[in-house]
């Protein structure tokens, strides 16, 4: 089935809260996928496309941090958004240095969330349409001279971030 709906990987230990925001999200323009902990964030965005993710800082185990490092190191056009109730300049910085696209403290207004989530989005689309044009031109400049599984090789680079 397609559907033009954003694909919302949400992470966050409090269950409550979990399931409470992707009730909220869900009516929206949202296709939400809510765990519980970053490991299993990390193994769904393997399994299923996502788009953008939310993710909590402070969880059992791997943490938000880590959390994103992993998801940007794997995704490189997905676009995270930290919401966390333990923010500090700090893990604010480094979240940002880390690639987060931005950092949100609870409690959040449901409408500046949403705000963020689709600019996020918009992002995400963007970086996506960047890496075709990449595509595009590398696929111009080496289709001459090169065998189809070198060039295949190079667009999986490419999709990469590399
Ligand atoms: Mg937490």
Not at 59 to 82: C, N, S
Not at 110 to 120: H, R, S, T
Request: glycine share 4%; net charge negative.
């Amino acid at each position: 089935m397609i559907d033009n709906k954003i694909n919302l990987l949400i992470v966050d230990d409090e269950e409550q809260f979990l399931s409470s925001i992707k009730k909220s999200l869900e009516v929206r323009e949202f296709n939400v996928t809510a765990v519980n902990r970053g490991e299993k964030a990390i193994q769904v965005a393997r399994e299923k496309p996502i788009d953008i993710a939310l993710v909590d800082l402070k969880m059992p185990g791997i943490d938000g941090e880590e959390t994103l490092k992993e998801l940007k190191k794997e995704h490189k056009w997905m676009e995270i958004v930290i919401l966390t109730g333990h923010g500090s300049v700090n893990s604010a910085v480094e979240c940002t240095k880390s690639g987060a696209y931005k950092y949100l403290q609870k409690p959040c207004e449901l409408d500046e969330l949403l705000e963020a989530l689709k600019d996020a989005y918009q992002k995400r689309v963007m970086n996506k349409n960047d890496i075709e044009d990449k595509k595009m031109n590398e696929l111009l400049k080496i289709s001459i001279s090169n065998s189809p599984r070198e060039i295949l090789r190079r667009l999986q680079e490419i999709d990469r971030g590399e």
